[in-house]
């Protein structure tokens, strides 16, 4: 795999100044206004509620929230603003002071009330208003010419952090409006964080430093894979404005909230950790499972977000989605993240003289979501599943290597059965291969490396081969393949499968789990792509609707489904990207369907939004594409053979731009099976 050496000047200039030299040269820089207070050092870490309430926020939510940072371990994990977001003031000011007044009904002990009940728990509170003559929801005024009413109001609440967003706000100059604010909260003398919501429009990074603790470098995330991937492409370019006091804000955390993958998430968190990006949990904590509460404490995770170094990690190389970030740290160790934005597992990675690191025998390499310490000879890489992310930090000592294990790079790799991005589909019955890789990454030798699986119950696995070896030196790559099948009466459903690894006296393990699914056949006869009856599904942006459009990201929440004003009863509702994989078994001999953009979508689409195509694949084969369908076009009847194909795939792509607004209708379908 080629690699771009990073920068060597850059980061060696960042290991070896620390945070003394970097702050000497901030001061040298600064202009007369700039925002030189003390405060934001660190990313911010907390808690809004938008992401997962939308505008139904009330005050028991806000206090809820910040007994639960008590209880669950989330304030010592580092999280300390529970912040409010829009919808939280009346309609209308206080005629006679002109001041906001908390929404009666949902903020009935009003906000100071709030601020003190936060502050009583060691926590900080947040608020939003909008550098408009509204919030974007539309249901509180914005602080557009209030600013010093409006600061001198949140101070006297005890507010310790502004969210200020751009909504209208009347085509006035960004840097101007938002000057005022910060102007305005001085005067208050009060220390509040001030977060820039400009969505980067105006290239908030050239000017926020001296404005703001926080920029939005992106427009509003979203509960989706396409839209992580997006922001974090737009905002990993921006390192080199990040840095104590003043950060590059990609936006609250997504984590928990249903659509995306537990690894999703977790590349999630691992990305925004590596670009010193604000940690703002934007779930229910209330309903927070364990998984999505382990996410986000992961403590040596958090710790490379909140190194005090505070430099945004840069990307050292990308090739063809797999992407190796590092990010120095104040302690002389380098974080590294390496994330797989591909629909299939591959091993890469970089090397600690890459990294900048000094030469030594050997390098202590800890792995963040294991918390797993090893040594490694120098090689920095992992077998990274698809959508997923390893992360480490390399520490250079001249001695603790040598009292580590070898580090493994260690991985599970399952065939796909059809190509795409549907991961493992197990037909009941049917045998498969599954591949296991360990490469020892260490200086010394690896003794008795012993890989296994662990099967569902009823589950047989036959080695193909030798799977375990008595030595491995370093760099070597043993390679295990097993035969499994699944029982020919397994139930249809999800499955997992573990890899294990021991090796060396006494021993160290590895584990790490693939998720399979056992599909169901479709029905014999003519069907409609029943809900019931796909393998697996994925969309772009909350899950596929059945007779009904996509809807927004909850299930069940779309309109009824419509194409250029026709209306269908039946039929799939998606949102680009997406897929949806039936297991045909060869006993289907057609699909037809009338497909388009549904009306569900902006009402004055710009370009780039709501085009999308349509295409069906039999096994391998596309069979069927529409070509490229707009807003603006009617239905088009989509049909294909399917003659003794294992699987049919029904695929809405993003048509070549963004997935903005791509909401696409797979209407009247008809699936034409034998019995
Ligand atoms: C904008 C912001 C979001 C959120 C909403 C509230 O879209 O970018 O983060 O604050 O407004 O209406």
Redesign the pocket.
């Known amino acids: 795999m080629p690699r771009r050496r990073l920068s060597a000047a850059l980061l060696g200039l960042a290991l070896l100044t620390g945070s003394t030299a970097l702050a000497i040269t901030e001061s040298m820089t600064a202009p007369a206004h700039a925002l030189d207070d003390g405060l934001a050092r660190t990313p911010p870490m907390g808690f809004?509620d938008?992401?997962s309430f939308?505008?139904n926020v009330d005050e028991k939510l806000i206090t809820d929230t910040a007994d639960y940072f008590v209880s669950s371990g989330l304030k010592d994990a580092g999280y300390t603003y529970v912040n409010i977001?829009?919808?939280w003031a009346a309609h209308d000011r206080d005629p006679q002071t002109g001041r906001l007044v908390p929404n009666p009904q949902t903020f009935p002990h009003g906000i100071k009330w709030v601020a003190d009940y936060v502050h009583a728990k060691g926590l900080k509170l947040g608020i939003?208003t909008?550098a408009g003559t509204q919030?974007?929801?539309k249901t509180m005024p914005g602080a557009l010419d209030h600013e010093e009413v409006d600061a001198q109001t949140f101070a006297d609440w005890g507010v310790d952090y502004l969210?200020y967003?751009?909504?209208n706000n009347q085509d006035r100059p960004a840097l101007e409006r938002y000057t005022k604010m910060r102007d305005a909260l001085k005067k208050t003398g009060r220390p509040i964080v001030f977060s820039i919501?400009e969505?980067g429009q105006n290239k908030p990074w050239e000017w926020g430093k001296d404005v703001g603790h926080l920029w939005?470098t992106t427009?509003?995330?979203s509960d989706s894979w396409p839209s992580l991937l997006s922001i974090f492409k737009q905002n990993v370019p921006l390192a080199p404005y990040a840095g104590p006091g003043h950060w590059n804000d990609p936006?609250?955390l997504e984590v928990g909230n249903g659509g995306m993958t537990a690894r999703e998430y977790r590349s999630h968190f691992s990305l925004w950790s590596i670009m010193a990006a604000p940690l703002l949990i934007g779930t229910d904590l209330r309903k927070a499972t364990p998984e999505t509460l382990s996410i986000l404490t992961n403590k040596d995770v958090i710790a490379v977000d909140q190194d005090p170094l505070g430099t945004q990690g840069t990307v050292l190389a990308s090739d063809n989605g797999h992407w190796v970030l590092a990010k120095p740290l104040k302690n002389g160790d380098v974080a590294v993240t390496l994330f797989n934005e591909t629909d299939t597992t591959a091993t890469f990675g970089t090397t600690a003289s890459a990294l900048g690191l000094p030469k030594r025998p050997a390098y202590v390499l800890r792995d963040l979501w294991t918390h797993k310490d090893a040594e490694t000879a120098g090689t920095v890489s992992g077998v990274v599943p698809a959508h997923g992310t390893v992360m480490y930090r390399v520490r250079r000592d001249s001695r603790a290597w040598a009292f580590q294990p070898p580090a493994a790079a260690f991985g599970l790799d399952l065939p796909s059965a059809v190509t795409g991005i549907s991961g493992t589909i197990t037909p009941a019955g049917r045998a498969f291969t599954a591949d296991v890789t360990t490469t020892n990454l260490g200086r010394a030798p690896m003794l008795n490396a012993r890989p296994s699986l662990g099967l569902p119950t009823g589950w047989k696995a036959e080695p193909v081969g030798r799977t375990g070896a008595a030595i491995l030196r370093t760099g070597a790559t043993l390679k295990s393949r097993w035969r499994v099948t699944p029982p020919a009466s397994e139930p249809p459903g999800a499955r997992s499968l573990t890899a294990r690894l021991s090796y060396g006296l006494p021993g160290t393990r590895l584990s790490l789990a693939e998720d399979l699914v056992v599909p169901k056949p479709v029905p014999g006869g003519t069907t409609d792509l029943g809900a019931d009856d796909w393998a697996t599904a994925h969309n772009g942006y909350g899950p596929v609707e059945h007779n009904m459009s996509n809807g927004g990201a909850k299930p069940g929440d779309g309109k009824p489904l419509t194409i250029n004003g026709t209306v269908y009863a039946k039929g799939l509702g998606t949102h680009a990207p997406a897929e949806i994989v039936y297991y045909l078994n060869g006993r289907c001999t057609s699909l037809t369907a009338d497909v388009g953009v549904d009306d569900e979508r902006d009402p004055r689409p710009v370009a780039g939004q709501s085009t999308v195509t349509f295409e069906i694949w039999a096994d391998g084969t596309k069979v069927a594409d529409s070509g490229l369908r707009t807003w603006q076009d009617g239905a088009f009847h989509l049909s294909s053979g399917l003659t003794g194909a294992s699987y049919l795939r029904i695929v809405t792509t993003i048509g070549g731009d963004t997935n903005s607004y791509d909401r696409g209708d797979w209407a009247i379908p008809v699936l034409t099976c034998g019995s």
Do not use: F, Q
């Open positions: 809004n938008w992401n939308g505008c977001d829009d919808c939003y909008s919030t974007c929801a969210k967003d751009n909504c919501c969505w939005r427009g509003d995330i936006d609250m």
